[in-house]
């Protein structure tokens, strides 16, 4: 199993980008998707969540800016990134937590390999 994200660059501060990140191989289900990111310094942290039902969770440090969705028959999550303000600058790795086989109900996680995005004037 493989998570390829895209969608990072540079963006000046009030800008907007959306990152996309798709799954791909041997994959029966996909429970919770989401991204994190991490700065110079700080520790990975939880940006947005999605569960395979479509309910959200947010950091509140980017609640009402940021909106992340997916489609599930692409096995793809995404968001979208508005009002973007320079201290959100890091890296964003995209996760999901994944089954499989249908013959256990066991997931794992997996991580992209993370995009970065710059918010500066």
């Known amino acids: 199993v493989q998570l390829q994200a895209s969608g990072g660059g540079l963006v000046q501060p009030g800008g907007s980008l959306r990152l996309s990140c798709a799954a791909s191989g041997s994959i029966f289900s996909i429970n919770d998707m989401g991204w994190y990111r991490q700065a110079p310094g700080n520790e990975r942290a939880l940006v947005a969540s999605i569960t395979s039902g479509g309910s959200a969770n947010y950091a509140d440090s980017v609640k009402g800016r940021f909106t992340i969705s997916r489609e599930n028959a692409k096995n793809t999550v995404y968001l979208r990134m508005d009002t973007l303000k320079p201290e959100d600058t890091a890296v964003y790795y995209c996760?999901?937590?994944?089954?499989?086989?249908?013959?256990?109900?066991?997931?794992?996680?997996?991580w992209g390999q993370g995009t970065l995005v710059t918010v500066s004037s």
């Open positions: 996760h999901a937590d994944i089954r499989r086989n249908s013959g256990s109900r066991t997931s794992y996680n997996y």
